[in-house]
């Protein structure tokens, strides 16, 4: 009997302690608020887009402040229609009302310069993230201001990044 009263009493001793928490420390709760900063970093998810064609940056334009562009008359000031003869001629349409552009442009250089879409992702905390490619090439005899637009669907909302992939400079053909 003593040895089962003595079982009971240890049983319950160690059960008592084993539900008692302790109260988190400040360090411990800011460490699991970076756990879960990281993981809504890690959730990235693609976004969708159409890449605009046939524009051109106007001679009076040197940078924009904001890539995102959200009104027609806002697109208009910074670019001009570039419409050509032949079946894709025509600009892309851009609806102001359902959509806004993303514009990348770059310093005027008399070097061939060639910067293209690589993706469009959003991570967990809302922010956009555009990466792009810049390839420079050789040096020519006139000058040019690279550039591209993409066509984003205005539900996809966020605050806009740009993040360049550099890449070599492409060798001149040999002779």
């Known amino acids: 009997m003593k040895k089962i009263i003595v079982i009971v009493v240890i049983v ?9 928490s302790k109260p988190k420390t400040e360090k411990e709760e800011n460490k ?11 959730k990235t998810t693609d976004i969708s887009f159409v890449l605009a064609k046939n524009y051109f940056v106007k001679n ?5 402040d ?10 208009n000031e910074i670019f001009g229609m570039a419409t050509t003869m032949g079946k894709d001629g025509k600009p892309t349409e ?10 990348v442009i770059l310093p005027e ?17 809302g922010k956009i993230t555009l990466t792009y490619k810049k390839v420079v090439g050789q040096k020519q005899t006139f000058t040019i201001k690279p550039s591209f637009e993409i ?25």
């Open 109 to 125: 250089t008399d070097l061939m310069t060639t910067i293209d879409p690589v993706s469009l992702q959003k991570d967990g905390n």
């Open 66 to 75: 904001n890539p995102k562009i959200e009104t027609a008359e806002k697109f």
């Open 32 to 42: 699991n608020k970076a756990v879960v900063k990281t993981q809504n970093k890690a």
């Open 151 to 175: 066509i984003v669907d205005k539900i996809e909302n966020g605050t806009i990044e740009l993040k360049e992939q550099k890449y070599k400079k492409l060798n001149q053909k040999s002779k």
């Open 60 to 64: 009076t334009i040197d940078k924009v």
């Open 12 to 20: 319950a001793s160690l059960l008592f302690v084993a539900c008692q």
């Open 94 to 103: 851009i609806d102001f009302t359902k959509q806004y552009v993303i514009a």
